[in-house]
């Protein structure tokens, strides 16, 4: 069975910093892809970043430059570190994974099969 749990959110005033961390739990083959998506309050779900089995990441065009990703491997963890934050950057953060590869774009939802509770970070003017 796999599961993963993040962990990490919080309040945080705009220009501060937060570090989102994902334990994922498996005893398959490390997954294909591991990313992070988020929601806003009456907005649809949006990619955030994600990163590969070979360590390639993408990240959605609002948040370059401001956020990073990263994987152990060895410790099945993936992180987000979130560097000068907007009041827009408010939202519940998901993790999720793919085991096996597929055809398509790194942000589409529907083909992450695991996905955790979710953290709640909001961000103040």
């Known amino acids: 069975q796999v599961q993963v749990a993040e962990s990490g959110g919080g309040s945080v005033q705009a220009g501060g910093s937060l570090r989102l961390s994902c334990v994922i739990t498996t005893n398959s083959e490390t997954p294909f892809s591991m990313a992070w998506f988020r929601q806003a309050p009456g907005k649809e779900l949006e990619g955030v970043a994600n990163?590969?089995?070979?360590?390639?990441?993408n990240y959605a065009d609002s948040v370059k430059g401001r956020f990073t990703s990263s994987r152990d491997s060895a410790k099945r963890t993936i992180d987000l570190q979130m560097n000068n934050v907007k009041p827009e950057d408010t939202a519940k953060y998901f993790c999720?994974?793919?085991?096996?590869?597929?055809?398509?774009?790194?942000?589409?939802?529907?083909?992450?099969?695991?996905w955790g509770q979710g953290t709640q970070v909001t961000v103040s003017s």
């Open positions: 999720a994974l793919r085991l096996t590869a597929y055809d398509g774009p790194w942000n589409d939802e529907r083909k992450y099969v695991t």
């Open positions: 990163v590969y089995i070979s360590g390639a990441t």
